[in-house]
C-alpha cells in the first residue's frame, strides 16, 4: 500500500489525501449544529486502487470521533459503504442505536 498522507482542510470544507505531496483524492462535507454531512467523495483515477479512499474515510471517521460534537450523516455512497464495512465506526451514524456497555 502506498504512503497516503491525509488532512483536514476546513476552508475548502473537505478531508484531503495526498500521495508524494499530490492531491490524490478527497471527501467533502457540509457542518450543520450536531451533524457532519458527508456529501461526496473523489479519487484522481490515477491513485484508484491504492488505498486512498480507504485512508481518506478512516482519517475523517476518526477525526469526527476525536472531536465528540458531531455525528454522521454519510449522503456520499463512498462513505456510507465504508462505514457498513467497518461496523465499529457505525456509532457515529445519525440515528444508529446506542452502543451500550456490556458487563
Same mark, same amino acid.
Given at each position: 500500500?502506498?504512503?497516503v498522507? $491525509? ?14 505531496g499530490? !492531491? =490524490?483524492? &478527497? /471527501? ?10 458527508? $456529501? ?15 485512508? !481518506? =474515510?478512516? &482519517? /475523517? ?43
Amino acid at each position: 500500500m502506498t504512503d497516503v498522507a $491525509t488532512s483536514k482542510n476546513p476552508e475548502a470544507s473537505r478531508y484531503e489525501a495526498h500521495i508524494d505531496g499530490e !492531491l =490524490a483524492g &478527497f /471527501a467533502e462535507y457540509q457542518l450543520a449544529d450536531r451533524l457532519i454531512v458527508f $456529501t461526496h467523495t473523489e479519487v484522481d483515477e490515477k491513485f484508484e486502487g491504492r488505498g486512498v479512499g480507504s485512508a !481518506l =474515510a478512516r &482519517f /475523517a471517521l476518526d477525526d469526527v470521533r476525536a472531536d465528540g460534537s458531531r455525528q454522521v450523516l454519510p449522503l456520499c455512497p463512498f462513505i456510507k459503504g465504508w462505514i457498513d464495512r467497518h461496523p465499529e465506526y457505525q456509532d457515529l451514524v445519525y440515528g444508529a442505536p446506542p452502543t451500550t456497555a456490556r458487563d
